[in-house]
């Protein structure tokens, strides 16, 4: 959480502020714009320049959540601008799609969220040529709003956004302060994946694992499929979806097509950012038999592993972890032609 306005001015209102109206919850985000009203070209834009990549708050991605998604809808834009160029207008330069803390947690208090996209990181997209500039004006234009914190939800804590703004704040004799913290999984793609994978998971558990993978194996050849273009990732994500409605996450209620807004929402998004070679759809066979399937977004140098679907009827050969391994193999054989270096991946479950 950043705390953004004067401690002392805090404490005079806070009483006030907590009394529970619903009109006073519902003010904070009251001058920001919509999400959808940004420029979608400002926005990639800038998504190709931030200082540290999150595939939740793409355009394609973070559009389509606010488009359809249940309960996810009509975000807000906290948005921060560049001074006027002399050879044009001002450019986007940080942006974090935010929702009130009513909204977010029904506590009546004025301050800002950032808004959840339906994955597990809502790191804000700052410029890496002015970031401290970007935080900067996303508080400013928070505090402009209503205010009195901006709660940064699902952001790493040695990132580079959330040092910029820490190194921001300092600038006003002020701090970020740590509500909660817990660790995530992530998987530094620039290693060998064998050498990874027997680090990881020790050689009795890969050696019981390629027992289930020859086990499987006997019902066709076992091979990793991946569809990352425009005419083969909505199609791959149908098998996709069709393997997440078939096993528990339909018994929960959770199955993306149980819902009509969210099947709408990533049948957009899949389709959007396939555009962009930005979405992977990853299957894998036995035969011509689809077992598992996952959604993977890619941002710079990061692939984000979104949602995993599986034929529960092949359930003793463990194939969510099968496609796993295939994928961690997959992205630390990848180097991308846009970007010289290899990518340091953060999978995210």
Avoid at 171 to 181: A, E, F, I, M, N
Wanted: glycine fraction near 6%; include cysteine.
């Amino acid at each position: 959480m950043a705390e953004i306005a004067n401690p002392a001015t805090v404490a005079r209102t806070s009483r006030r502020d907590a009394a529970p109206k619903h009109s006073q919850a519902k003010a904070s985000p009251g001058a920001l714009a919509p999400l959808a009203s940004v420029a979608v070209e400002g926005w990639r834009a800038l998504a190709d320049r931030a200082i540290e990549p999150n595939g939740y708050y793409l355009p394609g991605w973070a559009l389509a959540i606010d488009a359809s998604a249940r309960g996810r809808t009509n975000m807000s834009a906290l948005g921060a601008w560049s001074d006027a160029a002399e050879s044009g207008a001002a450019r986007l330069i940080g942006l974090m799609p935010a929702v009130s803390l009513w909204r977010a947690y029904k506590i009546p208090l004025p301050a800002l969220v950032s808004a959840d996209p339906y994955g597990t990181l809502c790191t804000p997209l700052l410029d890496r040529e002015m970031p401290d500039q970007a935080a900067g004006r996303l508080m400013s234009q928070a505090r402009d709003a209503g205010a009195h914190a901006l709660i940064l939800r699902d952001v790493a804590l040695d990132g580079a956004v959330m040092k910029t703004f820490a190194r921001v704040l300092e600038q006003d004799g002020l701090r970020p302060r740590v509500l909660q913290s817990h660790a995530r999984a992530c998987l530094d793609a620039t290693r060998d994946a064998d050498e990874l994978l027997r680090d990881a998971l020790g050689a009795k558990k890969l050696k019981e694992l390629r027992r289930q993978r020859h086990r499987l194996a006997e019902h066709g050849e076992v091979r990793l499929e991946v569809a990352r273009t425009p005419n083969d990732a909505p199609r791959a994500l149908e098998t996709f979806l069709a393997l997440e409605a078939s096993g528990w996450k339909a018994q929960r209620g959770t199955a993306l097509t149980q819902d009509d807004g969210d099947a709408a929402f990533i049948r957009r998004a899949v389709s959007a950012l396939a555009e962009s070679r930005q979405c992977e759809i990853v299957t894998l066979r036995a035969g011509a038999t689809p077992v598992a399937a996952a959604i993977v977004l890619r941002h710079l140098d990061r692939a984000f592993y979104f949602k995993l679907g599986v034929d529960e009827r092949f359930a003793k050969f463990s194939p969510g972890v099968q496609l796993t391994l295939d994928v961690t193999r997959h992205l630390c054989a990848d180097q991308p032609l846009p970007w010289p270096t290899r990518w340091r991946l953060r999978i995210i479950r």
